[in-house]
C-alpha cells in the first residue's frame, strides 16, 4: 500500500529499485519525510505489476495495474529515483512505464529523475532512457528537478532514511519544482 505524508500537491514517489537495502529506495524514504509545507508525498511501490503484455492491456486490466493509473493520475508530478543497471534504467521501472503507454495518465504529467549513484558521474544511461521513455508517453521533463543526489550507504541511518542536511535540502528543493511545474 501506498505510503504518504498529509497536504495538498501530491507527489508520486517511484524507486527504481527493488533492492532491500537500496539508496534510491532510501531517497524515496526521506522524501517522503522532508517534503516541504503543503505538498503530500506518496511512495508507489512496484513489486505487485505484472510483466507487460499487450494482450492484458485491455478492461478488465490486472488490478495493480489499475491502481498504478490511479495513483499516476491522482498525483500532480512523479519524482522516479533509479539505479542505472547495464547502462539503463532497472527492467522493473521500464515494465512499470509499459504500463502507461496504453493510457493518458502521463500526459502532461511534470516529471524529474533523481541519481543517487554515490559516483555522480555514474547513472547518466539510466537517466537518458528515462528522458527518452517519458517523452514517449508525454510527460513533462522538469530539468531543473533532475539532479544528482549522491548517497553512500553509510548516510543511511537505521531509520532507513538519508541522514544527510545537504540531501534533504537538495530533495527539498527537487520537490519545490516539481510542484511549482505543476501549478
Ligand atoms: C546488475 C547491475 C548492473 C549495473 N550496471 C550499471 C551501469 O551500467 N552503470 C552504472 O553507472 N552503474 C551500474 N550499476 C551500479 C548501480 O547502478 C549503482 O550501484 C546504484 O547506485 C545502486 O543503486 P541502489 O542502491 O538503489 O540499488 C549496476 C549494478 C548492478 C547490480
Same mark, same amino acid.
Request: proline share 7%; hydrophobic share 45%; with cysteine.
Given at each position: 500500500?501506498?505510503?504518504?505524508?498529509?497536504?495538498?500537491?501530491?507527489?508520486?514517489?517511484?524507486?527504481?529499485?527493488?533492492?532491500?537495502?537500496?539508496?534510491?529506495?532510501? &531517497?524515496?524514504?526521506?522524501?517522503?519525510?522532508?517534503?516541504?509545507?503543503?505538498?503530500?508525498?506518496?511512495?508507489?511501490?512496484?513489486?505487485?505489476?505484472?510483466?507487460?503484455? +499487450?494482450?492484458?492491456?485491455?478492461? +478488465? &486490466?490486472?488490478?495493480?495495474?489499475?491502481?498504478?493509473?490511479?495513483?499516476?493520475?491522482?498525483?500532480?508530478?512523479?519524482?522516479?529515483?533509479?539505479?542505472?543497471?547495464?547502462?539503463?534504467?532497472?527492467?522493473?521501472?521500464?515494465? &512499470?512505464?509499459?504500463?502507461?503507454?496504453?493510457?493518458?495518465?502521463?500526459?502532461?504529467?511534470?516529471?524529474?529523475?533523481?541519481?543517487?549513484?554515490?559516483?555522480?558521474?555514474?547513472?547518466?544511461?539510466?537517466?537518458?532512457?528515462?528522458?527518452?521513455?517519458?517523452?514517449?508517453?508525454?510527460?513533462?521533463?522538469?530539468?531543473?528537478?533532475?539532479?544528482?543526489?549522491?548517497?553512500?550507504?553509510? &548516510?543511511?541511518?537505521?531509520?532507513?532514511?538519508?541522514?544527510?542536511?545537504?540531501?534533504?535540502?537538495?530533495?527539498?528543493?527537487?520537490?519545490?519544482?516539481?510542484?511549482?511545474?505543476?501549478?
Amino acid at each position: 500500500m501506498p505510503e504518504r505524508s498529509s497536504a495538498t500537491s501530491r507527489i508520486l514517489l517511484v524507486s527504481g529499485s527493488t533492492r532491500a537495502g537500496s539508496t534510491n529506495s532510501a &531517497l524515496v524514504r526521506t522524501a517522503l519525510a522532508c517534503a516541504p509545507d503543503g505538498v503530500a508525498t506518496v511512495r508507489y511501490g512496484m513489486t505487485g505489476l505484472p510483466y507487460f503484455n +499487450p494482450d492484458d492491456d485491455s478492461e +478488465p &486490466l490486472p488490478p495493480a495495474v489499475v491502481s498504478l493509473r490511479a495513483a499516476v493520475a491522482a498525483s500532480s508530478a512523479l519524482l522516479f529515483c533509479t539505479p542505472e543497471y547495464a547502462g539503463s534504467m532497472p527492467g522493473a521501472l521500464k515494465n &512499470l512505464l509499459e504500463w502507461t503507454v496504453g493510457s493518458t495518465v502521463m500526459t502532461d504529467k511534470p516529471v524529474a529523475w533523481v541519481n543517487a549513484a554515490a559516483d555522480p558521474r555514474r547513472g547518466h544511461g539510466a537517466n537518458d532512457q528515462l528522458a527518452t521513455v517519458l517523452g514517449y508517453v508525454q510527460a513533462r521533463v522538469v530539468p531543473e528537478a533532475c539532479i544528482s543526489v549522491p548517497v553512500h550507504h553509510e &548516510l543511511i541511518g537505521a531509520d532507513g532514511l538519508v541522514d544527510d542536511a545537504d540531501a534533504r535540502a537538495a530533495l527539498a528543493g527537487v520537490l519545490g519544482h516539481l510542484v511549482d511545474a505543476a501549478r
